[in-house]
T-cell receptor, first 114, second 116 residues
Framework: AQSVTQPDIHITVSEGASLELRCNYS??????LFWYVQSPGQGLQLLLK??????LVQGIKGFEAEFKRSQSSFNLRKPSVHWSDAAEYFC????????????FGTGTQLKVEL | GAVVSQHPSRVICKSGTSVKIECRSL??????MFWYRQFPKQSLMLMAT?????????EQGVEKDKFLINHASLTLSTLTVTSAHPEDSSFYIC????????????FGEGSRLTVL
């Protein structure tokens, strides 16, 4: 069965430092890949998505992610983190023929130290 | 961008009562909406797919008689938690996919249900 893994439950970085959040998926073909951010008590906001084409995807708020087929990964990166980036980040995948049903990873809680 | 609104954002009810949560697409039509449940510090679990004008499709392990879903129009889906119990307390989030769009999903703000 397909699955999504976010190995890091919590990550703490200093403001201004670079950030990388890991995401790995298990599936036989190329899925559709997403990163969402959730602030406390809020819904989800889409940061970026990958469907096909260029494997380096640019998103909102200065985030980017790179799809690496050989590693089945879609890691999220940001060169310089801001205090307002503190939130929960979810990687999600939708699989071909899955009718847009998203499978979410367990999330990574990002804390930013000032 | 497309906006999805949920109401109420917070609800507290007594055990045994039923609670209805609404999910509305404010500026687009959605033939398909999805309902998720999120436990504290955990990920979102898909509960069911709501299809306008037809029965919802429930994920394995989700009681359809417990979580009633109605998608009566292209802009509204409702989730009713029947005979709620404390274990039903959770954060419920809906998402909607614009009809004829790119397939991107838009999420509501979520509804926090607390059953006493």
């Amino acid at each position: 069965a397909q699955s999504v893994t976010q190995p890091d439950i919590h990550i703490t970085v200093s403001e201004g430092a670079s950030l990388e959040l890991r995401c790995n998926y298990s599936y036989g073909a190329t899925p559709y890949l997403f990163w969402y951010v959730q602030s406390p008590g809020q819904g989800l906001q889409l940061l970026l998505k990958y469907f096909s084409g260029d494997t380096l995807v640019q998103g909102i708020k200065g985030f980017e992610a790179e799809f690496k087929r050989s590693q089945s990964s879609f890691n999220l990166r940001k060169p310089s983190v801001h205090w307002s980036d503190a939130a929960e980040y979810f990687c999600a995948v939708a699989f071909t023929g899955g009718g847009n049903k998203l499978t979410f990873g367990t999330g990574t809680q990002l804390k930013v130290e000032l | 961008g497309a906006v999805v609104s949920q109401h109420p954002s917070r609800v507290i009810c007594k055990s045994g009562t039923s609670v209805k949560i609404e999910c509305r697409s404010l500026d687009f039509q959605a033939t398909t909406m999805f309902w998720y449940r999120q436990f504290p510090k955990q990920s979102l679990m898909l509960m069911a797919t709501s299809n306008e004008g037809s029965k919802a499709t429930y994920e394995q392990g989700v009681e359809k008689d417990k979580f009633l879903i109605n998608h009566a129009s292209l802009t509204l889906s409702t989730l009713t938690v029947t005979s709620a119990h404390p274990e039903d307390s959770s954060f419920y989030i809906c998402s909607a996919r614009p009809s004829g769009g790119t397939g991107e999903l838009f999420f509501g703000e979520g509804s926090r249900l607390t059953v006493l």
